[in-house]
């Protein structure tokens, strides 16, 4: 019995250990990353708000161009005027039955508009996936990166608690200053500070990698993920940028924009012509006569010609055309920034990995050889772990800042470049 007791207890422990593990969700690839912010990030599910807005509209523009009948219907009898004036008999009845009809091509003109209408909003859906996977292009990096740097500090704190270990069986030989055991112990103390401030950049970048993708509780990366954004796909010379800004998804956007209030002016300046109302009458006459008629009821545009929409709807292409020249001059300004930082931080990258840091390394080793030799003292073995430390931690840096480079070219072409 205490036997299987203690089988049982076991198994629950086991699942008590193994469920948070089962519970976080497996590193996904950049891939996988960017399907999932273009159907969980919140600009994504605006944006397709918008869309089924822009779809409703169009369903109200189709509605038939015959306006909903209506009747007036008139009763009346005759009254005698003047002492001992009596009613007649004679009553009469009435009925003015009315067709309002579009017949100045109202209706295409309301559909016309509403299918620009709809173009703007999808191509604003196609802008939100763009924004959202350049998110999490940036959030991807951040998070493998801010890993990054919480595996150098990790490994420098350990090196560094060795090296304090080491001072203190030293130290209790008599065979080294408090000075050099003070030092070293507080080379632990700056590295666990390195470490805390890398776990705190991982919990930032895990928490907006979540919310564009819905991960909210993510794995470490495999230790094989790369570091680096994908090579890029072609030369981004002036001209293919230029090509990319006129494509760019915030330039057609607005272009977009601009046929919609083109449209919607064209819709209200048909609009001013007011449906022609026809007119069916019908009923019985003083003395019992049937009475029927035809006749129609027009408007004329004389006060109310919809001078407020037609504004509205100038001053919304005025301000898309004002947009578009602003943005096309953004977009190739962004693109050509973040090809150049591209380009300038992988050279760096190349020359810090070929030769920079090979060389702080062999400084390293020669220092700590040194010092152990006692040909140089403490402080100098020190710097230039430091010094190796720093340099490792700038190129971190610049990984970084060529992931956000590289995100800046999805975001304004729409795909991975």
């Known amino acids: 019995m205490q036997s299987a007791f203690r ?7 086991g699942v008590f250990v193994l469920a948070p593990r089962l519970a976080r969700a497996e590193f996904p690839t950049l891939e996988v990353a960017i399907q999932r912010a273009r159907a969980h990030a919140a600009v994504v599910l605006e944006a397709q708000a918008e869309m089924g807005v822009a779809n409703a509209q169009l369903a109200g523009a189709r509605v038939s161009a015959l306006g909903n009948p209506y009747t007036d219907i008139q009763v009346d009898r ?3 005027p003047g002492p001992g004036g009596a009613g007649g008999s004679e009553v009469q009845a009435l009925t003015f039955t009315y067709f309002p009809l579009d017949i100045a091509g109202q209706r295409g003109k309301r559909i016309e508009e509403a299918e620009r209408f709809i173009a703007w909003k999808k191509i604003g859906l196609v802008n939100a996936s763009a924004l959202a996977t350049g998110d999490v292009v940036s959030a991807y990096g951040e998070y493998v990166v801010s890993w990054a740097r919480v595996d150098a500090s990790t490994a420098g704190e350990i090196t560094a608690r060795e090296e304090a270990k080491y001072f203190q069986g030293r ?4 065979d080294t200053t408090l ?4 030092v070293a112990e507080a080379e632990v103390a700056r590295w666990v500070q390195q470490r805390v401030e890398a776990e705190l950049r991982v919990a930032n970048a895990r928490a907006r990698f979540g919310q564009l993708t819905g991960l909210l509780d993510l794995d470490k990366p495999p230790q094989n993920v790369n570091i680096l954004p994908p090579p ?4 981004w010379d002036d001209a293919q940028i230029a090509r990319v800004a006129d494509k760019a ?4 956007r607005f272009n977009a924009e601009k046929s919609y209030w083109e449209a919607s002016i064209e819709r209200y300046e048909r609009e001013k012509i007011p449906p022609l109302a026809l007119e069916l009458i019908g009923g019985r006459g003083g003395v019992g006569e049937m009475r029927l008629g035809v006749g129609a009821v027009i408007t004329y545009p004389v006060t109310r010609r919809f001078q407020g929409e037609i504004a509205r709807a100038e001053q919304g292409r005025l301000n898309a055309v004002r947009q578009l020249d602003l943005y096309r001059g953004i977009v190739i300004a962004r693109l050509r920034a973040a090809r150049d930082a591209i380009v300038a931080v992988t050279k760096a990258l190349e020359e810090l990995d070929q030769n920079g840091i090979p060389a702080l390394e062999r400084a390293v080793r020669t220092s700590v050889e040194s010092f152990r030799a006692g040909k140089i003292d403490l402080t100098r073995a020190l710097l230039a772990r430091r010094d190796l430390a720093v340099a490792r931690a700038r190129r971190l840096d610049l990984v970084e800042s060529i992931w956000r480079a590289y995100a800046d070219l999805v975001i304004f072409s729409g795909e991975l470049p």
Not at 179 to 182: A, F, G, V
Not at 232 to 235: A, I, K, M, V
């Open 179 to 182: 000075y050099e055991k003070s």
């Open 232 to 235: 890029l796909r072609g030369t």
């Open 249 to 252: 998804p915030i330039v057609s």
């Open 171 to 174: 130290f209790e030989a008599r």
């Open 78 to 80: 005759p009254f005698i």
């Open 7 to 13: 089988v049982l207890l076991t198994i629950l422990a």
